[in-house]
């Protein structure tokens, strides 16, 4: 049984963004979904982890009962994910607290032990937000996400305000984390060259449809103009 299958999906709002997918994720795959801007890709992952609901079809997830827990979104822009005024203590134990109900003392090690994992240390917890570089909030994001053990994991567009040196450091971390755990995640991009680097599988999305998938060797025998150009620029930038 999938993990995921999204069977016959739309979403419209003045106008259609998705229609008609169609696609399955196994447990502890990692899949990439890539495209233009505007091609639908952040309304698909704001759909899959039920922020929004499509206007048709069907989500099946294998634990359909603690689905706020399964699936956790990490967003393009860091600075979202945060309260201005919560220091990034408190942005970590909240998770420990709802999900675990360890209080403050129970749960500093474990956060500690987190921020190491994701390349940070303690010296961030008694910090605000914008006193941390995007990158540094892209770090600790992630570690809020790892720290409620998904089975699914999101990333929308999550390194794209991010130098090429942070891009390839947050690559490696999740590479990490799913060679140690049996997480899947969708890997959400326009960059096939990053996609590339991390995803067994790849799923191009234009205007909202699905027009090509499989793995980017299949990618490179295809005909279809938009992967072509897709994958000259993947090219060009590596």
Do not use: W
Not at 76 to 101: C, D, G, T, V
Not at 119 to 140: F, V
Not at 168 to 189: A, E, G, H, M, P
Request: hydrophobic share 40%; net charge neutral; aromatic share 8%.
């Amino acid at each position: 049984m999938a993990l995921l299958e999204v069977k016959n999906v739309f979403k419209s709002y003045e106008r259609e963004i998705l229609h008609d997918l169609n696609f399955c994720v196994q447990k502890g795959e990692v899949i990439g979904i890539i495209g233009e801007s505007g091609c639908g890709k952040s309304t698909l992952a704001r759909i899959l982890c039920h922020i929004e609901k499509p206007t048709h079809g069907d989500l099946l997830f294998e634990n359909q009962k603690n689905i706020t827990r399964e699936i956790q979104m990490i967003f393009q822009n860091p600075i979202e994910s945060f309260s201005p005024r919560m220091k990034i203590r408190q942005f970590l134990y909240e998770p420990y607290h709802y999900y675990e109900h360890l209080n403050k003392k129970e749960a500093l090690p474990l956060i500690i032990k987190m921020l190491y994992q994701v390349g940070m240390d303690e010296t961030c917890l008694d910090k605000y937000p914008h006193e941390l570089s995007g990158g540094q909030l892209q770090r600790i994001a992630i570690a809020r996400a790892l720290i409620v053990k998904p089975t699914l994991l999101i990333c929308d567009e999550i390194t794209s305000s991010l130098d090429q040196i942070v891009q390839d450091d947050i690559v490696c971390l999740l590479k990490q984390f799913v060679q140690n755990k049996d997480t899947s995640i969708l890997f959400i991009s326009h960059d096939l060259s990053l996609v590339q680097q991390f995803c067994k599988r790849v799923i191009v999305l234009k205007d909202g449809k699905i027009i090509e998938k499989g793995t980017i060797q299949q990618l490179y025998k295809s005909e279809n103009e938009v992967v072509q150009n897709l994958l000259k620029a993947a090219y060009l930038n590596g």
